[in-house]
């Protein structure tokens, strides 16, 4: 397992793995060869210094998808169900740039009930478009003092330069018992988050080409006066090519 405690500058190789993760919020051990960061820094609120619960995250990939994860560290966990786009409660997501030139950048986030959140953001971090919705997968377990959420997003999702394998990424985390929210780099006040400031460079092996049409199940959560109601359907999506120059 590879552990990174400070920012590096070069292009971290993702490790590539040939079997595909079970997504059931436990780090099985193929997650040992992922890369691993655990630097997260409080960026609100502005007088914390340290960050009240440790926090890890890992990277891997297959040919087909990358898979992160989040080891969280807490007392006490604050679980809320709600819609699709809308997570509240304690939070992770991730952040790829995925053309490193911070203009257009993917977000992909999950909280402890597990309910997702997916965005494109433009503007320099500050138009998101919550009305894009991509297809990956996620789980989340909670566990005595800690919880997991594990994430797998396809190649086919995303829109990426096959020339350049080079993706700019962030990681994040909300603590709603501390009211923290972590990242891994540092940004200024003034701005907030910035992709062109995202700290870490990781290289992949992407796939040359993709059909891009999936079937998939979909869970809707309706909400009628105070009952929230599930739904069961299928769901698709069409793209005709992940490359774009």
Known sequence: MLIFMLIL????RVPLITEDVKLDG???????SALVFSNFKVF????????????KFYVLQTENSIYVAFRCEQDQVVSR????????GDFVGV???????GGSVYFFGVNVAGVQVDR???????????????VWFSAVRNYNGEYIVEIKIPFKT???DLKNPIFRMEATRFITETNERLYLGKYGREWGLNPVDFPIEIELKLPNKSFGFELLPV?????DSMEFRLRAGVGSKWSPSNSCH
């Open 81 to 88: 169900v709600g819609l699709r786009d809308v997570a509240e």
């Open 9 to 12: 500058s070069s292009a971290l």
């Open 26 to 32: 436990f780090l099985e051990p193929l997650w040992d």
């Open 95 to 101: 952040y790829f740039d995925t053309f490193g030139r």
């Open 219 to 223: 869970i809707l959560v309706e909400k």
């Open 158 to 160: 995303l829109q990426y």
């Open 44 to 55: 609100e609120p502005q007088d914390k210094e340290l960050p009240s619960f440790a926090t």
């Open 120 to 134: 494109i953001i433009t503007g320099g971090g500050k138009l998101p478009d919550d009305s894009w919705d991509g």
